[in-house]
């Protein structure tokens, strides 16, 4: 008993820079060296994987960790993680764990497509959608591995990923946007948050995170905003500087001599900004189910319409490689229908 108390009194161990913990590892239950940040609270990086490198001859099983650890460097979405890492593990039930990366070609990736796709019969098929983001998996780790030089050339490369057309929103007509920013001047939050989505694309998050320091009125005839996410989000790839037509500056000591605020330039929910926007929609006698997302679409669909680039486009919106790839092409049928 009294060694049990001596034991237990003992202090705990401070983590240092140096320090190593052990971690099981998720994909075959052994244990991973894990390096601890300095600070992880102020650290927006998770712990390094410390592992043998990878080579051509190391196995699916061994790619597991640094995967998941480059996935979440890149700033991908916990969701996107976690369907990548499940993806991962079914390619290599049917592979084969301790398959060399190195020895994996095309036609072991079609084979599993082919098998998910019509291997268990026609009423467990997955959803185009489905089988659309496993091709992307193996885009994705495939890619990864020959840019880490693990590997010297993709196999999947030459995959053909065939996403299925979601249904095109019912974009406002440019007199119902006319209509929307006339009913908005009643109101300056109104006219603040639609004439700012309309002129710069921003997502509803963008918009409920930005704050007053983002906005610069230096130069009152090219008012800019910047799009910042806190380091912890893991989002930094998504942060640009938007410049708005010289308007914004009235409309925006407006909304500021009406509301006053100090820090985030919109102090509500979510929630209130679409009741602000539905009261505009409804003043402005407009039919159709109008969103912050669908002003969003109507800002991408515009600038493609007056000739800027798709890739300037997609800087404007913040959206990945990845995420452009499944826009883009809505966007194009709604600015160019045939």
């Known amino acids: 008993m009294q060694k049990d108390n001596q034991h237990s009194s003992q202090p705990e161990p401070i983590v240092t ?76 039930d049917f592979i084969g764990r301790d398959t060399p990366v190195g020895r994996i070609t095309k036609e072991h990736l079609t084979d599993w497509l ?16 489905t089988m659309a983001r496993r091709v992307t998996f193996l885009k994705n780790f495939f890619s990864w591995l020959t840019r880490e030089g693990v590997i010297r050339e993709d196999p999947s490369a030459s995959l053909v990923l065939e996403r299925p057309l979601p249904p095109l929103p019912l974009l406002l007509f440019d007199d119902e ?33 930005l704050k007053m320091e983002h906005i610069d009125l230096s130069n009152p005839d090219m008012p800019t905003i910047t799009v910042h996410f806190d380091a912890a989000t893991g989002k930094q790839h998504r942060e640009r500087r938007l410049a708005l037509p010289a308007e914004f500056t009235t409309i925006l000591k407006r909304y500021l001599a009406k509301y006053h605020p100090t820090s985030e330039l919109f102090v509500c929910t979510d929630r209130n900004l679409n009741y602000v926007l539905a009261r505009a929609v409804k003043a402005a006698n407009i039919k159709k189910r109008v969103t912050l997302q669908l002003l969003r679409d109507t800002f991408a669909v515009q600038q493609l319409k007056t000739g800027i680039p798709p890739e300037t486009v997609r800087e404007k919106l913040g ?9 883009r092409e809505k966007y194009r049928r709604l600015a160019f229908p045939k």
């Open 319 to 327: 959206l990945s490689d990845e995420a452009w790839s499944e826009s």
């Open 17 to 92: 820079d140096d320090s190593t913990v052990l971690q099981p590892d998720l994909f075959t239950g052994g244990t991973a060296v894990i390096t601890e940040p300095p600070d992880p609270q102020t650290t927006p990086f998770p712990p390094l994987v410390r592992t043998n490198p990878l080579t051509d001859q190391s196995s699916l099983s061994a790619c597991f960790l640094p995967y998941q650890q480059d996935l979440q460097l890149r700033g991908k979405s916990e969701y996107t993680i976690t369907c990548f890492l499940s993806d991962l593990r079914m390619f290599s």
């Open 114 to 129: 082919m098998k998910l796709k019509f291997g268990k019969g026609r009423d467990s098929t997955p959803a185009p959608k």
């Open 177 to 209: 946007v006319q209509r929307l920013l006339q009913s908005a001047t009643e109101e300056p939050r109104a006219h603040c948050l639609v004439y700012l989505i309309l002129h710069a694309g921003l997502k509803k998050e963008e918009v409920m995170g």
